[in-house]
Nanobody
């Protein structure tokens, strides 16, 4: 069993920064691809970014490129999402997810463990 716990969300003004963390426990973390997704009110959950188990491969949705950075510390079993130049449209609940089989994916259905989410609110 894998447990994921996000933290670091909050209220920030447009142009500001936040760093989200996702602490994991349970099964081997270093072999799992880890993704961040977000869901805004009234919208479907959408892919934000993903990092491979080794950390050597990352992929971002276009709206996050150049502003967000995903990283991981396998010694701490933690994945991070550094967000900068935040915009009001980034407001959402952010979820981390683990894919314990296969490689990186942008599809939520291919992740088998999810955290409870952390709220990010960007004011204009």
């Amino acid at each position: 069993q894998v447990q994921l716990v996000e933290s670091g969300g909050g209220l920030v003004q447009a142009g500001g920064s936040l760093r989200l963390s996702c602490a994991t426990s349970g099964r081997t973390f270093s072999s799992a691809a880890m993704g961040w997704f977000r869901q805004a009110p009234g919208k479907e959950r959408e892919f934000v970014c993903v990092i491979s188990g080794s950390g050597g491969s990352t992929y971002y949705v276009n709206s996050a490129k150049g502003r967000f950075t995903i990283s991981r510390d396998n010694a701490k079993n933690t994945v991070y999402l550094q967000m900068s130049s935040l915009k009001p449209e980034d407001t959402a609940v952010y979820y981390c997810a683990a894919r314990t089989w296969g490689t990186t994916s942008t599809r939520a259905s291919q992740y088998d463990y999810w955290g409870q989410g952390t709220q990010v609110t960007v004011s204009s």
